[in-house]
């Protein structure tokens, strides 16, 4: 069903409009439209411009309260004024950047050591005390990194008549490490050889002490140590939040609330002048709310709502809310997938929830399987409020009754005696067409049914809406029900052996609704007095109507044929289940039980997905196509985040 | 013999556009004839580059002119080959090509290093290299310092050894470029393992070997004599690999302290047995004696291998600068014997 919605104005004082945003809107939905675009008709509109007030505040406390370790076990504690929650927010912010100052210092210390720590780590293998080499008076000295390439060219070339000593360090993938001893008086030469060898020095200055290595690990010990002193500010960090947790979490709750109720300035306008300031918030909400808001803010001298009554010339489609009963809520997530009903049109979600839930047992029928459908998606939706396990619980519900029908129960077909017959082997003889599965048959006649009864509800939502193409001369309107309606009775006749109704009468029944769907438009017009003209000329509208008729008559054959997979998956579940039998063994009258359990969770799954979509198709295409259009849009109503629990809040 | 079903169709292209190269015989023709027009002309009547001298008219006979087209003849024959190529002989022609783009490099680099106010002259090399290298001169020519330059090469494999010298300090065109030729002659020492199959890789690693130790020969007698270079910069400089020269006597070639002692370490390389060497060629010529002898020597015992196409191209490459050589000599007018020394064809 859809809930019936009317476009409200409320006004006030402007200073009023947080109040009334707290009091009343977080406790009626309301689908907020912008004030300024839609009242065009009214004078002296401005828009808010100010800040909010409570931005900075809420920011800080959400960092705050997203540092509380388990937020889900403090009990927020509420008793705070306002101003005592920016207190707080202050103290504990205040304190907190200290900490924070304190550890960037740290962090910087440690950074420090590492950069340290890098430029010593390529050396570690040369073993001697730093000390002692740079101390050296008689020996010259260069530590630094060559690159490997050139390194290479250097052991192949120079090692031997180089006049100094190479001590490698560490490689790495372009540069090895080292230093090269060299006597003062040939310094100057073999530097000009090392530049040539791009060697770049490094230097140290005078703050390492021992050998490389040791030097390495001496700074990893003070890296630690310096590490542990950040970890215990982490702790008093951690400790300073949880002391305040609970007033902080309470505070983040209401200066959300209070942040929200304030951006409701945007989609409200300031009225009047200096003398008289107020407000004007406008929205849909549901007519029973409206009553419900009207009844409670009798006594309010402060606000004005008035409702308006010819919404549509003024504000436009109303959004679309469902209401449906518990039982077929699930199912309006196949009517939101397709789209929502606008304002005008039906709401399908109950006719989804039996035809859907009726069809997949028809496809799908096995007692055994239906119940754990039922069990499992029941359970399921219970808890995790997941709408498609609802759908496959009511499945299951249809699936069980069309077990004990069909006589099927986890594949076995010899425990239940079928109450109607079993798919796999019951046959009916037709007159022309000869031996078919039953299921097929009825199959069929049943889409027959079905699409019959979808042009009756196009016809109904068209006349409703005083459409009179649609209604008369529509593919699925009075003649399509009378070309179609005529064919099915014709079959049904011919089927069952009676006679068939005589040529004339067929004629009339076939050819004149074929032709008032080909004249649809200009029929249509000539009713409507309307003054379009035809655009092109009368040859290329038949020509492009005769091709369209052509189609239509297809379509009537192939979704009237389409009905057919009810009866083929019906046939099919038979037959995969005798197979899982096969394999297991089960005609040697020992089954192997692993097989079955197996072969019947995967059937399950298997056949409950595949017949779960192609039901879904059924659905979408031959019943909805032809009477749905789903053009609605949603109902989003204005939601104050913690609106919930003040609703029940104030319920109680 | 599986080589024969491969090499089959390429070997005879080669061959027949091997009898389209100017003899001996034709130099001394071109060498007798005066003024460019003439030569021109020659080579037109006689149906000598057909594809490339059809757009050339009598205004522009300059030199740069001349050798852009020439150059063009050289891609051309090198698509000509391509085309006739499998994919194995392809993998080849793929690196043969990093010479010339080598080349396209060098030109650029040194266009914006010396900030030369003339624009990049490239659009008549552009249809050979958008199709077979993978360097878009498009980009190449919006360079207008080195960075640009080195930045627009980044989808290329010579990003990596350029932008390694970058960075450092008093780099100069000379260090750019010895970059490029070391990148290149180690890649193509290098990747002969992965192209070639056992006896293509005999040969190519003899005459490429033999090509690499000649060079550093050159580089190590320029150094000494020209530039009086130090030894450990002599070192730097030289191609990394060695063929037939031991490294001892490299050593032994770059520390020698006098001439004489160079010239008589030179004595004890395999390449200088010719008793022509030093009385009445130079270094160079002799490089260019040795080499011609191997590839045409490998690609007469192994004509169905890679040898053809590279003695064709090197045959070919030699062709275009001899000509290049003759027409200068010719418009100048000098005597066509010293114009055939010029060429390197000495009666």
């Known amino acids: 069903m859809i809930v019936k919605m009317k476009f409200i104005n409320i006004s006030g004082p402007r200073q009023d409009i947080d109040r009334v945003t707290d009091q009343y809107l977080s406790k009626y939905e309301i689908q907020l439209e912008s004030a300024l675009s839609e009242l065009k008709t009214v004078d002296n509109l401005r828009p808010f411009v100010e800040t909010n007030p409570y931005r900075d505040a809420l920011a800080q406390a959400e960092q705050f309260a997203g540092y509380v370790e388990h937020p889900d076990q403090v009990t927020p504690d509420g008793r705070l004024a306002l101003n005592e929650m920016f207190e707080l927010i202050r103290n504990v912010s205040e304190e907190y950047q200290g900490l924070q100052d304190k550890k960037g210092r740290l962090q910087g210390t440690i950074d420090d050591m590492r950069g340290r720590q890098q430029v010593i780590a390529p050396f570690r293998p040369l073993d001697f005390d730093l000390q002692d080499v740079l101390g050296f008076k008689f020996i010259a000295y260069r530590f630094g990194k060559l690159p490997l390439e050139y390194y290479h060219r250097m052991q192949k070339y120079l090692e031997d008549n180089l006049n100094a000593i190479f001590v490698e360090g560490e490689h790495d993938d372009s540069f090895v490490y080292g230093a090269y001893f060299v006597s003062p008086g040939e310094s100057t030469r073999i530097d000009t050889v090392f530049r040539s060898l791009h060697f770049e020095r490094i230097s140290f200055d005078g703050e390492y002490h021992g050998t490389p290595t040791e030097a390495y690990l001496k700074l990893e010990r003070e890296v630690g140590k310096t590490a542990a002193r950040m970890e215990e500010l982490e702790e008093e960090v951690a400790a300073l939040i949880n002391r305040h947790a609970p007033q902080l979490i309470a505070t983040r709750n209401r200066l959300e609330e209070l942040a929200n109720n304030f951006d409701v300035r945007k989609m409200a306008a300031r009225m009047g002048d200096s003398q008289e300031d107020s407000y004007i918030l406008c929205g849909w909400m549901a007519e029973d709310d409206i009553a419900k808001f009207q009844e409670e803010s009798k006594d309010d001298d402060n606000i004005f709502i008035m409702v308006e009554e010819d919404r549509e010339s003024y504000f436009g489609t109303p959004p679309t809310k469902l209401k449906n009963p518990k039982l077929f809520k699930p199912f309006e997530m196949y009517v939101q997938m397709y789209g929502l009903p606008a304002h005008d049109e039906m709401d399908p979600t109950m006719l989804v929830g039996l035809t859907y839930s009726f069809i997949f047992g028809a496809m799908f029928g096995d007692v055994g399987h239906g119940l754990l459908l039922f069990l499992g998606g029941g359970l399921l939706y219970l808890k995790k409020k997941i709408p498609l396990a609802g759908i496959i619980s009511c499945a299951g519900v249809f699936s069980t009754i069309f077990g004990f029908l069909f006589g099927s129960l986890f594949g076995f077909e010899d425990i239940l005696q079928p109450l109607w017959l079993r798919p796999i082997e019951h046959m009916t003889t037709l007159p022309f067409i000869g031996k078919l599965n039953t299921v097929f048959v009825v199959s069929v006649a049943f889409g027959m049914g079905v699409i019959l009864f979808a042009m009756v509800l196009h016809i109904v939502t068209a006349a409703k809406n005083r459409d009179v193409g649609a209604t008369w001369f529509d593919s699925n309107g009075v003649a399509g029900l009378v070309f179609y309606g005529a064919i099915v009775a014709t079959i049904v006749l011919f089927m069952t052996g009676h006679k068939v109704p005589a040529a004339g009468l067929l004629l009339v029944m076939f050819v004149l609704p074929l032709i008032l769907i080909l004249l649809k438009e200009p029929l249509t017009r000539m009713i409507t007095k309307s003054s379009e003209k035809m655009e092109e000329g009368v040859v290329m509208f038949l020509v492009q109507g005769i091709f369209e008729l052509v189609e239509v008559l297809l379509s009537y054959f192939s979704n009237t044929i389409s009905f057919v997979r009810i009866g083929a998956f019906a046939i099919s579940h038979a037959a995969m289940m005798e197979v899982v039998l096969q394999l297991s063994g089960a005609e040697s009258g020992s089954p192997n039980w692993v097989v079955v359990v197996f072969g019947n969770i995967f059937v399950c799954a298997f056949e409950g997905l595949i017949v779960g979509i192609q039901v879904l198709r059924l659905e979408y295409y031959e019943l909805f196509s032809r009477f749905y259009r789903g053009s609605g849009r949603a109902f989003t109503p204005y939601k104050n985040k913690n609106g919930q629990k003040k609703k029940a809040a104030s319920k109680r | ?347």
């Open chain 2, 1 to 347: 013999m599986g080589n024969l079903l491969t090499y089959g169709g390429i070997v005879t292209k080669i061959r027949a556009m091997e009898s389209k190269l100017l003899t001996p015989g034709d130099f001394e023709e071109i060498a007798g004839l005066h003024g460019v027009p003439a030569v021109i002309a020659w080579l037109r009547d006689n149906g000598f580059y057909p594809f490339v001298l059809d757009d050339l008219t009598d205004e522009h006979l300059h030199r740069g002119d001349i050798e852009k087209l020439l150059i063009n003849q050289l891609y051309y024959d090198y698509m000509k080959i391509f085309r006739f190529c499998g994919l194995e002989q392809r993998k080849f022609l793929t690196l043969y090509i990093m010479r010339y783009e080598t080349d396209l490099i060098d030109y650029c680099l040194r266009i914006v290093i010396n900030h030369y106010q003339e624009p990049f002259d490239l659009n008549y090399k552009k249809d050979f290299f958008d199709r077979y290298s993978q360097i878009s001169i498009e980009k190449l020519i919006t360079s207008r310092t080195t960075d640009q330059l080195i930045e627009n090469l980044k989808d290329t494999e010579y990003y990596k050894p350029l932008s390694a010298l970058r960075d450092k300090a008093g780099i100069t065109l000379f260090d750019y470029d010895l970059a490029l030729d070391q990148y290149r002659f180690h890649k193509l020492w290098k990747n002969r393992k992965n192209i070639l199959n056992k006896t293509e890789r005999e040969i190519y690693t003899r005459s490429y070997g033999s090509k690499i130790d000649l060079l550093n020969l050159q580089w190590i007698y320029r150094a000494k004599k020209y530039y009086g270079m130090e030894p450990v910069d002599i070192y730097n400089m030289l191609i990394p690999v060695h063929f037939k020269i031991s490294t001892e006597l490299v050593k032994e070639l770059v520390e020698a302290p006098t001439a004489d002692d160079f010239l008589n370490a030179m004595r004890k390389v395999s390449y200088t047995k010719d008793p022509d060497f030093l009385s009445s060629l130079t270094l160079e010529q002799m490089y260019r004696k040795c080499l011609k002898q191997l590839y045409v020597a490998d690609a007469r015992r192994n004509p169905y291998s890679i040898a053809s196409i590279y003695a064709y191209l090197f045959k070919k490459e030699e062709e275009l600068e001899r000509l290049t050589a003759a027409i200068e000599c010719v418009r100048y007018g000098l005597p066509p014997n010293e114009t055939l020394a010029h060429c390197g064809l000495a009666v």
